[in-house]
Nanobody, 124 residues
């Protein structure tokens, strides 16, 4: 059974930084795909960053250059480092693993296991 627990959210001013963590059990991050999504109030959930099976990083255009995804394979923890935050980054952030281990999609419906989410609020 896969379990994901996000922590690290909070309220920051525009331009600030946060580091989100996702502790994963039942799924080995090393060699497998994992992703971060977010959902703002009244909006659809959107992909933020993908960490591929070989460690390659892919980002949504709106966060490229500001967010960095990484993992600690020994601890099986996924991270998302958010910098230069903007009010429009306000959302609940989720980590997720795909339903099929060999895939690494952007579509949220292809992810079968999700954390409970952590709130990020950016004030201007």
């Amino acid at each position: 059974q896969v379990q994901l627990v996000e922590t690290g959210g909070g309220s920051v001013q525009a331009g600030g930084s946060l580091r989100l963590s996702c502790a994963v059990s039942g799924y080995t991050l090393a060699g497998h795909c994992v992703a971060w999504f977010r959902q703002a109030p009244g909006k659809q959930r959107e992909g933020v960053a993908i960490l591929g099976s070989s460690g390659g990083e892919t980002y949504a255009e709106v966060v490229k250059g500001r967010f960095t995804v990484s993992r600690d394979s020994a601890k099986n923890i996924l991270y998302l480092h958010l910098t230069n935050l903007r009010p429009e980054d306000t959302a609940v952030y989720y980590c997720a693993v795909p339903s099929h281990k060999l895939t690494c999609p952007w579509n949220d419906y292809m992810y079968g296991d999700w954390g409970q989410g952590t709130q990020v609020t950016v004030t201007s």
